[in-house]
Structures are given as C-alpha cells and as structure tokens.
C-alpha cells in the first residue's frame, strides 16, 4: 500500500475552491489502482468534509495541519488539542494587539462578530500606508479566509473559552507583514506549540506534536504502511512537515521558490489541475519501479 498526501489550498483546489473534474477522476483512479488518498490540510474537517461530499470523492482526512486524523467513514480516529490555559494566553495577547483570529475545534470554527470589520480596516489602513500594495489582491485574500464552512460568530475570546469542545488550531491573520512577524516570533518559542503558515498574511498555531508530516506518519502507522514511496504535493510553508516523510515530493507551480526547492518535483499550477498532472507521473514512475 502506497500513500498520496494532498494539500487543499492552492493545491487540489482551483481559484474557486472547487477541485476539478480532472483532479477528481485522477483520485479516483488512484484510489482504484490501491493507493490510499489522504486530504492534508490546515482547514477543519467538517469543512473538507463538505468540499469532499460535493466532489464526490472520500479520502482520509489530516485536518488543521495535523491536529486531527479522520477515516474514510468520518470517523475521527486522532486528535491533538491545545491546553486550555494555553488558548487562554494566546488569545488574550493576540486581542490585545487587535489581531484578526479564528479557533478550531472539531464543531466549530469561532472568530470575533467584529471581525471581518476588524480584517477589512487592516486593509484599508495599508492602502493609505504603502501605495505599492495591490489592494484588489489583498481584498481578494481576504476574502479566501471567509470561504469556509462552520463559522460560529461571537462577542470576545471569552465566549469561545466557554465552549465546552476541545481546541485543535489558532489562526491569525495580518496584511502587515511586521504585526504578523511579532505574532510568529511570540509563539514559535513556546515549547508547546507548533507556528506554521498557509498563506503570506496568516499563522497557525497548534500542539507541537500536530503537524501534517507527523499526522501522515501517523496513519500510515495505523494502516500498517509506509510513506518510503509515499507522494505529498503542497504549496506552502505547512507542508513541508509532509515533504520531510515521504520519498515523493511535488510542489505546486503555483508554489514559492523555496517550497519548489525542497521537492523532487514541480507539477502545474492549481488552476491547470496540477494533482493530476502530479499523480499521473507518480503512477508512471510507480509502474516503472516495478
Ligand atoms: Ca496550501
């Protein structure tokens, strides 16, 4: 049994965030060849698990960057929470200092009533500040952020500590590059927590024990396999945990420089069905090592 680990942002999905037709047909045919599909993302699973219902397809899900593992049948077989008192101290310093966030938990994704208000004035604050920016790229950015599903709006951070659900993920969000820097520099040197990014303008915060790479091992573990020949294809800071364990790495071309330079490969971009491209070579170089 061999493993094909895929990224969903800027990697399975299009500028849409739909997944293809093509991408479709290849998983399937994957699927259907033996090789076991996994959905390795930062997103939450009830979220990956709409966008996999509306495809049609049904993989194992690693959700918010490898806090959570789910079956092909939905059931949750891991998850890795943070420490409430540690949520608690995140969430203070980053309201403090008006940062834009959002906490996963396996019901919900909670962010702040005022806070899409509090994401779009960041935005127009930079415009007056750096003509260079490109606003319209920004607002579009922006507006990626909001298209997920399980959004639970609430009053402060101290609605959310009440929630009775465990904590999977932090994210938070800045267009000012420095702000954002503080908040990497703030978390990453807590023994206790993982900072990675999926995207320019945030950062994700979960259990050090919670990365994609660690989740793939994971299952890989539980289904008696391994990831020596195992595929992962991403495009962000996030999956380079994943690039780390299997023998088969792909950026995507939409990828940065330095993502591409640590992959074996570069398919295409997400919007020319990159996946696909990247599994058909993957089956081609399976069938030759035969
Ligand atoms: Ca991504």
Redesign the pocket.
């Known amino acids: 049994m061999s493993f094909i680990a895929i ?5 399975l999905l299009n500028d849409q965030n739909e997944i293809s037709e093509e991408n479709i047909k290849a998983i399937q045919s994957a699927q259907e060849k033996g090789f076991e599909v996994v959905i390795s ?2 997103r939450a699973y009830f979220d990956v698990q709409m966008i996999c219902e509306k495809a049609g397809i049904s993989p194992f899900v690693i959700g918010t960057n490898g806090a959570t593992i789910h079956a092909k049948n939905g059931e949750c077989i891991s998850s890795i929470t943070l420490a409430k008192d540690c949520v608690e101290s995140i969430l203070q310093w980053l309201d403090e200092r008006n940062y834009y966030y959002e906490v996963f938990t396996d019901q919900a994704i909670y962010a702040l009533k005022k806070g899409k208000q509090q994401f779009s004035n960041e935005i127009q604050c930079l415009k007056s500040a750096e003509l260079d920016t490109d606003i319209a790229d920004l607002a579009k950015e922006a507006e990626r952020q909001f298209d997920q599903f399980g959004y639970v709006l609430v009053e402060s951070y101290h609605d959310i500590l009440e929630q009775a659900e465990e904590f999977n993920n932090i994210l938070a969000c800045s267009f000012d590059k420095v702000k954002l820097e503080e908040a990497r520099n703030q978390f990453k040197i807590v023994d206790e927590l993982m900072v990675v990014s ?2 320019d303008h945030n950062i994700e915060i979960t259990n050090k024990r919670a990365t994609k790479g660690m989740a793939l091992e994971k299952l890989a573990f539980m289904l008696n396999g391994t990831l020596e020949r195992a595929m992962a294809i ?3 800071n ?2 380079i945990s994943m690039f780390e364990k299997v023998g088969y790495n792909v950026a995507m071309g939409n990828a940065k420089d330095e993502i591409k330079a640590v992959c074996i490969m570069t398919t295409l971009t997400n919007v020319e069905n990159g996946v696909a491209y990247a599994i058909s070579r993957y089956m081609e170089s399976f069938a030759a090592a035969k």
């Open positions: 990224d969903l942002d800027g990697t993302t930062g999926s995207a991403g495009d962000s996030n999956d």
